[in-house]
């Protein structure tokens, strides 16, 4: 495959590992810079389109709503004007990551303790877990 920019859509999903599906939605969510068109109208992509879907692929990954990612992409249409808030976007959404990894660490642990305890005391009591019955209305 010929990685010389620009790339027509076939070439860059398999260079971006995305599908076209995905970036046509990127493009009418308005999250994706402007693509330009050659003469019979397909579509061409720079190395601006690769290096913003490998940073939005991160954003989407860590959990961040397209709505955000929205903004954040309106923020960058403002230039410097719009560093500040757009910075705070990131904190924000990164304070909610690490909230959740803080989250799965504690859900971690408690796995952890289960298989150093061999499957738990439970089972050597010849007990086990089941779910609660249904009452019948009389």
């Known amino acids: 495959m010929d990685t010389g920019f620009p790339l027509p859509i076939k070439d860059f999903c398999r260079l971006a590992q995305v599908s076209a599906h995905t970036l046509r939605y990127y493009e009418r969510a308005g999250i994706m810079p402007r693509v330009e068109r050659n003469a019979g109208g397909h579509r061409r992509y720079s190395e601006l389109h690769l290096r913003w879907i490998l940073f939005l ?19 960058l249409d ?61």
């Not at 991160?58 to 709505?67: E, I």
């Not at 061999?118 to 009452?135: D, L, Y």
């Open 57 to 75: 692929r991160h954003l989407r990954l860590a959990g961040m709503p397209v709505a955000a990612i929205r903004r954040y992409t309106a923020l």
């Open 78 to 138: 403002q230039g410097a004007g719009g560093d500040q808030r757009r910075l705070k976007l990131l904190r924000d959404h990164r304070e909610r990551v690490d909230g959740q990894l803080r989250e799965l660490k504690r859900h971690l642990a408690v796995i952890d303790r289960k298989i150093m305890e061999g499957c738990g005391p439970e089972r050597r009591a010849g007990t086990r877990a089941t779910p609660p019955t249904k009452r019948r209305k009389a």
